[in-house]
């Protein structure tokens, strides 16, 4: 879904139920700001930030998609398959109600393709499906305006069982072509969160977005998971 907002330069965390945060941000004049995921931004979300004059941050779920077996086993967990077919990893101590629990939540799922899987980045399951829900992952741009060319990138993930390494790219799109932005792959020291900021001059005035690339935007958790992004994008103006 795409809209369009006029926007001022704080920040306004639309996630995907629609649900709002605000935050300060550096002044800037900024150019015009749409978001585009695959589900609905709520009006009652957009109105709120024409009202307060905020910029929009993106946000989407990141599935799992496979689980390594011997990371699993060095952390303490163990992998087990749900009648469905969807693995999950749980403690090798837990207790009956916790495994109870956990396969409750495994035959819940519903696997969806995974467009990644084909390209060899993510460690893939046999079936090539992305399973439940392991975190987040954002996206916002914050263009500077005033004939500047250039604009704050802002993106982040987090997952539910920490993560001990990772790999993510953000690509920018403008009238002038494409820009891969990239951290890692690299070690994360057992965090459950991570953000990244670059300030990026020298753009291409004009029509421009920036999108989480889901080929290569992963985390490895602890409990042998590798939990992925989906893409998601934010659009805005270069001036």
């Known amino acids: ?10 920040v306004l965390a639309l996630t995907l139920a629609g649900t709002t945060a ?19 931004v709520t009006d009652a979300a957009i109105k709120t930030a024409l009202a307060t004059g905020h910029k929009v941050k993106i946000e ?11 990371v699993a086993d060095k952390n303490g967990y163990k992998i087990l398959t749900a009648p469905n077919g969807v693995e999950y990893s749980v403690k090798k101590d837990a207790s009956p109600t916790d495994l109870a629990s956990a396969l409750k939540k495994a035959e819940a799922v519903k696997p969806t393709p995974n467009p990644a899987t084909s390209k060899g980045v993510v460690t893939p399951n046999v079936s ?20 500047t ?7 982040s993930f987090y997952v539910y069982s920490k993560a001990w390494f990772y790999s993510w790219e953000v690509d920018l799109v403008d009238n002038g072509g494409v820009s891969a932005q990239d951290w890692g792959p690299t070690t994360l020291a057992a965090d459950n969160s991570w953000n ?15 999108v ?3 080929t290569h935007s992963w ?4 409990d042998g998971g590798t939990c992925t992004a989906g893409p998601v994008t934010v659009f805005y103006t270069i001036s």
């Open 22 to 40: 605000a935050t300060a941000a550096p002044q800037h004049t900024a150019g015009a700001v749409s978001s585009a995921t695959g589900d609905s």
């Open 212 to 214: 989480v690339n889901d």
């Open 60 to 70: 989407t779920t990141m599935r799992v998609s496979g689980y390594n077996r011997a």
């Open 1 to 10: 879904m795409l809209k369009q907002i006029a926007v001022s330069c704080a």
């Open 196 to 210: 990244g900021h670059r300030a990026l001059g020298g753009l291409t005035a004009g029509p421009g977005h920036s």
């Open 128 to 147: 090539g499906e992305l399973w439940g829900d392991c975190g987040g992952a954002s996206v916002e741009f914050d263009p500077w305006g005033d004939g």
């Open 149 to 155: 060319r250039g604009g704050d990138l802002y993106t």
């Open 219 to 222: 985390a490895y958790t602890v």
